[in-house]
């Protein structure tokens, strides 16, 4: 499992770059979904987000899952290439699988690369 | 079980012995509800009507309720044996080939429910495969789903696509008034307590065409629907009605009857993005009014919004071609609260029956019957709107079914009709106040023209009575 250490994370599974205001799903998500053949962003650039709201729609083979926003503030750019190629969430979902970016400021409750780890293998057991 | 004794004794009733559950266990029921008998069970029913005497005819051996049977079935009329029919407004009399019934009883396929595991289900599936290909072959859609219960269904399905299809951003759906009105009734039904508000054409523009609706569309508007044929059977180009749909951001949806669709151009070419209908007319008898088989076709684009089933075709383990469900993620089994809809039911032997009509009859026996229909209702409505007081008030193009005004109040005629075993048309002051001396007469293949000038001898002699 790959879990970029520059990263910030939601328990529900969500990365957030506090660099350039990134969101993506991580790798542990996309391993779980298995391959995804459908994402649908519902938010459109210039919206406003509150951290913990859907933001994006996801369906796999054999799972459907709501991406909700890691951070609060403005839309500020929204990855309309992956809509027409969701499979790169199973690719690089840390690099060209990023869904949108957010002016504005992380969640509180975001975990770093060594929280999410542990909290992805509390949920093993 | 034997029968429990005890009770017969006490009671006179014998215990159902295919219930199964044994003294012990109801005393124990009993015991842990807190009451010591039955008749303590039920004592806040007042005695008297406790086991009501049911007043029943005494009982029949099996050759006398089949013969007792059969004869209050014989009562029925039916438009095989006993009466011609001019009856359509949504269901159509037309021929079913023998193949059709053959291939439904085969065991195989005949079940209460869909079999869809992929390992045993290959006939099936490739069935309901083939389906979709034609249907979307006939609509000029990109994508099938497996079916809905019926034509009504259907399109309010198609309202649920386009209110997912903008995430409830928009809320306003333009629907025609040539729409059937069953079918509005169950748009309404499906989207009560959904917030959705539908905007309506003036009385007096009820019958007018397309035109009318294009001021009613704006930014709020998700959906408009129409009929084609509409339900006075009037054949409406959509061309322009969809252009400023899409203009404003808001999906068309059409409402075709399948055999139409065959002469005229697809609702596709006209830009339709959803494409519903009652497939009744291809191998299901009109029965007595059910069950139908409602279709829906889409472009791949608005496939995740869809509802219902649908039937993809894939290789095996081993690379043979073989057919399973597709996209189940989208269905509400997975996608619970955030599915489109709840409906995820197809109707499988219905649209087996629908599906062997059409490969039966082929494209050109699909076009025959298609042309049969229209050139016998351009006879018969030529014949009818020269006798003296009635008339055919549209003058638009239409296929196998029109309206007809008539010199009295649609019921009588009606009344008359079936008095000289004749099923007249659909009385359209039901549900059109202003048309209540308006037939919509419709007339298909099985309609000979022996039947045809029949029907217009009579209410020729009717105009004389």
Known sequence: ?125 | MPPDISSIAKTGRINMTFIPTSPAERDAMLKTVGVKSLDDLFDAVPKKHRFPELNLPPALTEMEAASLLGEMAGSNENVREHMISFLGAGAYNHYVPSVVDHMLRRGEFYTAYTPYQPEISQGTLQAIFEYQSLMSNLTGMEVSNASHYDGATATAEAVFLAYAQFRGKRRKMVVSPGVNPQYRDVIQTYTQGMGVETAAVAEADVTSGPEALIPLIDENTMVVVVQYPDFFGRIHDYEKLSAVAHEKGALVCVVANPTALLMLKTPGEMGADIVVGEAQPFGIPIWYGGPHLGFFTTKKSYVHKMAGRLIGETIDARGQRAYVLTLTAREQHIKRERATSNICTNQGLLALACCVYMASLGKSGLQEVANLCYQKAHYAADQLGRIKGFGLPFKEPFFHEFVLKCPRPASEVNQYLLENQILGGHDLGHDYPALKNHLLIAVTEMNSREEIDTLVEVLKEMGND
Request: charged letters at 25%.
């Open chain 1, 1 to 125: 499992m790959n879990t970029p250490s520059n990263l910030k994370y939601a328990r529900s599974d969500e990365w957030f770059d506090t660099s350039n205001g990134a969101v993506g799903i991580t790798d542990y998500a996309q391993s779980q979904l298995s391959d995804i053949v459908f994402i649908e962003i519902l938010v459109d650039e210039g919206d406003t987000v509150e951290a913990g709201k859907p933001i994006a729609s996801v369906e796999s083979v054999k799972a459907s899952a709501e991406i909700y926003a890691p951070a609060s503030g403005k839309v500020g750019a929204v990855n309309k290439v992956l809509v027409e190629k969701p499979e790169t969430l199973n690719s690089d979902p840390f690099g060209d699988g990023w869904m949108i970016k957010i002016e504005g400021n992380a969640s509180a409750e975001l975990l770093d690369a060594a929280g999410y780890i542990k909290h992805c293998e509390d949920r093993a057991h």
